[in-house]
């Protein structure tokens, strides 16, 4: 158990529908990443925060945003859903932007 | 550009030594990370090298060479629990935090 925690664990929706995905990073960790991962893709990164502000955004796709918190938890919104959107969405956090990050159970989101 | 790259599946047999390795090019460097991925589960640290050289942790080790934008993941004493897939990745651009991963090297243990 890595202390980082996702719900839900399993989402099955319907194109062009809107979910959000959660987040609660470890205890005293700042920065909160969102990873996709399918099986063509491999992991890919998508954003990330740190204290509340975003700090980098790599692959992620105008339909999706997110944000962090003044707790820290961090929510994944995905709109407008798409076939190709169902993936495992793994959140990670870090005790700074230095070290290793740890990486929730996942959600693995199903579009129909 | 950035990019990494891994052998795509490997196999070996329990009790035997196996070294994973990966390859890659970025703009800057600022470590690289070892994680190890069981099907449908999250993947969890193994290891992080920015120095050259051998970092051993029982019975991974991980080695780093810079100036040949080369490493690998040594794991010995094979066990059936070890079936994996093992990525690798570098922060993207010598950022921090911002991890590129590679695809991933699936291990299959055989008794």
């Known amino acids: 158990d890595s202390g980082v925690t996702q719900t839900p664990k399993h989402l099955i929706t319907a194109t062009g529908q809107r979910v959000t995905l959660r987040c609660s990073p470890r205890s005293g960790d700042l920065s909160v990443y969102w990873y996709q991962q399918s099986l063509d893709q491999g992991l890919q990164f998508l954003i990330q925060y740190y204290n509340g502000e975003e700090r980098a955004k790599g692959n992620i796709l105008e339909r999706f945003s997110a944000q962090q918190f003044p707790d820290l938890h961090s929510e994944l919104n995905l709109s407008s859903l798409e076939l190709g959107d169902s993936a495992l969405y793994f959140c990670?956090?870090?005790?700074?932007?230095?070290?290793?990050?740890?990486f929730g159970p996942g959600t693995r989101l199903t579009v129909l | 550009g950035q990019n990494i790259d891994q052998p795509t599946e490997m196999t070996a047999t329990e009790g035997a030594i196996v070294q994973i390795n990966c390859t890659y090019q970025t703009s800057g460097f600022n470590g690289l990370f070892w994680y190890q991925q069981h099907a449908g589960e999250a993947p969890t640290f193994l290891s992080y090298n920015v120095l050259d050289g051998l970092e051993e942790k029982g019975r991974f080790s991980s080695f780093l060479s810079r100036s040949k934008g080369y490493s690998y993941l040594l794991l010995k004493e094979l066990q059936m629990k070890d079936s994996a897939s093992y990525l690798c990745a570098v922060p993207r651009g010598g950022s921090q935090g911002n991890l590129i991963f590679g695809k991933g090297t699936k291990l299959s243990v055989k008794p």
């Open positions: 990670a956090s870090s005790v700074d932007l230095r070290h290793e990050q740890f």
